[in-house]
């Protein structure tokens, strides 16, 4: 049997053949018969080769897959055209073709993209500033930037920042391929920005492209990087990056920021400098130690520990030095030229809002990338600001307060901050602002910052949240002006599950009082507990669509006494919304923004939805007057000689030992808060008491008090500048403003005896409270000592008013 035969007999048989050394023995075998031809004898000796069990075999599978019918034909079928598509040589060519594919992308990429020229933003542009009436404040935009030789700064400086952002530096290609994928994936996926990048490559986004965060940009900044770091040396590239970074405080490269930062050349920085400059790079905002949150303290110091443990780990650093190594706080800042007085706050919380549009709007990712944009420059910024209305905010404040202090004679005057902002109800326009003596001298802006409690300020806000969610008492009593509270010192609150015992102020009992009166009086035991019958979740949350920061605090009973931080603007913007019946003020400095380069907006309508009902909103309004007429502003607001009939509603504040001092009131035209704040004089500027500013002008006990200087500025600015009277246009029937007199409960409003250790478990006989409300309003306070409700101006001891006593500086407990 020849091989031919053999394939065949395989092909028919399915299996394979004898072997052809056994087919000649079968042959030897059996030889054929006599008389038999030789084509007979040897078809008799093949068959047993191309029959037997191969052809039973082959006839029995036949026999099966006539059984198994068409379904099994075409299951195979199907089988088959799915091997034949995906096979595994397929595969890998479509693979490799595809990387082909992308190295020939890349190739030709390289080849077709040049090292361009310096970028044309490098070359910033001004901004200018204008008041609302198109007069210029201000042009800002000049660059504070020097380019130093790499070779004059310290070695061991250039190391801190190869160790904070890239310790492969001087052995890599110039590129981070993994973290240049990731950043790809992320701006596809929409995720923004992301880290990752060497310091060429972040060279290379500052000087010769933009910030934008793209594909296209991401690809041309690694073919770019990868371009330079085979055509200019190590050095080259670092000196770059470092005198093109941007480290905060308007400082452009290493030389300026030293010199922001820490008042020395770049050649004299120390290692421990070096390693914070290097630090401030990775969020300028954030980590400026002279602005930085708590957060944002605690931030840079890792991030510093990091860069000097970085060093040690790349033998750039010795451990024994590395450890007896202390962090080097920054110096306070200093303001560049032509923004003295109130122009450089102006001008800072301009750009501030500014980049927060653009983040809103889309057109930067995130608040440094937009804060960028802003110092690019090419901004024509108009802003709300009345230059009338700024200079006399500005006059007031000299008048009633900084004229008066005497550093050299009380050392505590040089610690009084002042802040306020101005705000027009109707359209949220930010009108005036003062954000300090002067920008130059302090550069952070009061009006802004938000460390300091706003204090019993927050009341309105307990009180706005029990009209607008229907609270009722722990009796079921529906929560009104009218309603009766237990005004007793350090009574513990009920319904809670954390114990909360609030002081009043000088530990005053009241007993039994009418909410009107505990406003008035500024009664921190009524609000603890009206704070629990609310629901302090729900204090928290119409605090927040009021207009405050919320998301970060804890629902708890002593949140009722105003411990949060507020700034004056933010103030100004919850109490803006209540005097527009509720719908939601954001104050707004900027009325425009132009620029070639990017979208222009202008704030037309500032004001939002409903946030709280609308006779929730009046009805605290009503309440508000109150207080004004009746309650810890009496002097200071209600017999101001300046007031000429003007409606007024507003609240005071004092803090926890008196370390801020509050006042935010409103007409139905005009919301202005005012704060004063104890900063020391002395680095690193702690909080520390107002007590003794001024020697005790506004006070007995020498305590700066919400009713005193805030509440002055206040007047003296509100009265002098909104001359027109109008009265508020209120849907509600309770509360000061539309009520003459309420029922007077049954209480002693006497404070405790200076001899009793513990107060009196009933309330004095002798003098008695008015058993019946006053049918009218005396317009001058009563000589009687009765304690007769807020509709009637008796001498009950006003929790404001220096002639109540002393009060103990270090209660914590203090909201007033």
Not at 106 to 111: H, K, Q, S
């Amino acid at each position: 049997m020849g091989r031919a035969e053999e394939r065949r007999a395989r092909q028919r048989g399915g299996r394979r053949a004898a072997p052809r050394s056994r087919s000649t023995e079968t042959e030897s075998v059996a030889p054929p018969a006599p008389g038999t031809g030789a084509g007979t004898a040897t078809a008799t000796t093949t068959a047993p080769v191309t029959g037997g069990r191969a052809a039973a075999r082959k006839g029995a599978k036949k026999a099966g897959k006539g059984a198994k019918g068409k379904g099994g034909a075409a299951g195979k079928k199907d089988k088959s055209l799915i091997r034949r598509l995906f096979t595994w040589k397929k595969i890998l060519g479509t693979f490799l073709g595809f990387a082909v594919a992308v190295i020939g992308a890349f190739i030709w990429l390289y080849v077709s993209t040049p090292i361009p020229a310096g970028n044309p933003d490098a070359d910033l542009q001004s901004n200018v500033y204008k008041y609302g009436n198109g007069a210029v404040l201000a042009r800002d935009g000049d660059v504070n930037r020097e380019n130093v030789d790499l070779a004059t700064i310290p070695k061991a400086v250039q190391h801190t920042f190869v160790a904070a952002e890239n310790k492969s530096f001087y052995n890599d290609h110039g590129v981070d391929f993994r973290g240049t994928a990731r950043g790809v994936l992320n701006t596809l996926m929409g995720k923004g920005a992301q880290g990752g990048s060497t310091i060429t490559q972040q060279y290379v986004k500052n000087y010769y492209l933009s910030q934008e965060q793209t594909v296209t940009r991401k690809l041309k900044e690694l073919v770019i990087s990868l371009k330079l770091d085979r055509e200019k040396d190590k050095d080259y590239i670092l000196a770059g990056y470092m005198n093109t970074s941007y480290y905060g405080r308007g400082a452009y490269g290493i030389q300026a920021a030293a010199q922001a930062y820490y008042r020395v050349d770049a050649d004299k920085l120390t290692v421990e400098q070096g390693a914070y400059l290097a630090a401030l790079l990775q969020a300028p905002s954030q980590y400026d130690w002279a602005a930085a949150s708590d957060v944002g303290k605690r931030l840079v110091q890792a991030r510093w520990n990091y860069v000097l443990d970085n060093m040690v780990g790349q033998d750039w650093l010795d451990k024994s030095k590395r450890d007896a190594m202390h962090f080097p706080f920054p110096k306070d800042p200093q303001a560049a030229p032509g923004k003295e007085g109130q122009i450089g706050y102006l001008v800072d919380a301009a750009n501030a809002e500014l980049a927060d549009q653009l983040v809103a709007t889309g057109v930067a990712d995130n608040y440094e990338s937009a804060a960028a944009l802003v110092r690019k420059g090419g901004w024509n910024i108009e802003l709300n600001i009345d230059k009338k209305k700024q200079k006399a905010l500005e006059t007031s404040v000299k008048e009633q307060l900084t004229s008066k202090l005497d550093k050299k004679k009380r050392s505590v005057d040089a610690d009084v901050q002042a802040g306020a902002v101005s705000v027009n109800p109707k359209t949220g326009a930010v009108e005036a602002m003062y954000g300090g003596t002067s920008y130059t001298d302090h550069y952070l802006n009061n009006a802004t910052r938000t460390d300091y409690q706003p204090a019993s300020t927050f009341k309105p806000v307990i009180l706005a949240a029990a009209f607008d969610e229907n609270a009722v008492t722990q009796d079921d009593q529906k929560i009104t002006a009218n309603t009766i509270y237990d005004g007793t010192s350090k009574r513990p609150v009920v319904g809670s599950d954390i114990g909360f015992a609030p002081e009043n102020e000088d530990d005053q009992d009241y007993g039994p009082v009418t909410v009107q009166t505990a406003l008035n009086k500024s009664i921190n035991s009524v609000f603890a507990q009206m704070g629990v019958d609310v629901g302090m979740d729900k204090v928290l949350k119409v605090a927040d669509e009021l207009g405050m920061d919320t998301k970060d605090l804890r629902a708890v009973p002593a949140q009722t006494l105003g411990t949060m931080g507020a700034s004056p603007l933010q103030m100004a913007g919850v109490y803006a919304t209540l005097d527009n019946h509720g719908k939601k003020v954001t104050p707004t400095i900027i009325k425009s923004a132009e620029n070639s380069l990017h979208p222009s907006f202008k704030h037309t309508a500032p004001i939002g939805g409903q946030v709280i009902d609308r006779e929730a909103a009046d009805s605290v309004t009503s309440v508000l007057t109150g207080v004004i007429d009746d309650g810890t502003a009496k002097k200071s607001v209600r017999d101001n000689p300046l007031r000429r009939g003007q409606k007024v509603a507003g609240k005071t504040g004092t803090s926890d030992n008196n370390k801020s001092a509050w006042f935010t009131g409103y007409t139905p035209d005009l919301v202005t808060s005012v704060g004063l704040f104890g900063e020391s004089a002395k680095a690193p500027h702690p909080q520390v008491p107002l007590t003794g500013a001024t020697n005790g002008l506004t006070s007995d006990d020498g305590r700066v008090n919400g009713g005193g200087f805030p509440a002055q500025i206040w007047a003296a600015y509100t009265f002098g500048v909104s001359t027109k009277v109008t009265k508020f246009d209120l849907e509600t029937d309770q509360g000061a403003a539309v009520q003459t007199a309420v029922p007077s409960p049954s209480a002693s409003s006497s404070p405790k005896p200076s001899t009793s250790p513990s107060p009196s478990p009933k309330p004095s006989t002798s003098p008695s409270p008015s058993p019946k409300p006053s049918t009218s309003p005396s317009p001058k306070p009563s000589t009687s000592p009765s304690g007769t409700p807020s509709g009637d101006t008796s001498t009950e001891p006003s929790t404001d008013d220096p002639s109540t006593g002393s009060r103990e500086p270090g209660n914590p407990l203090f909201g007033q």
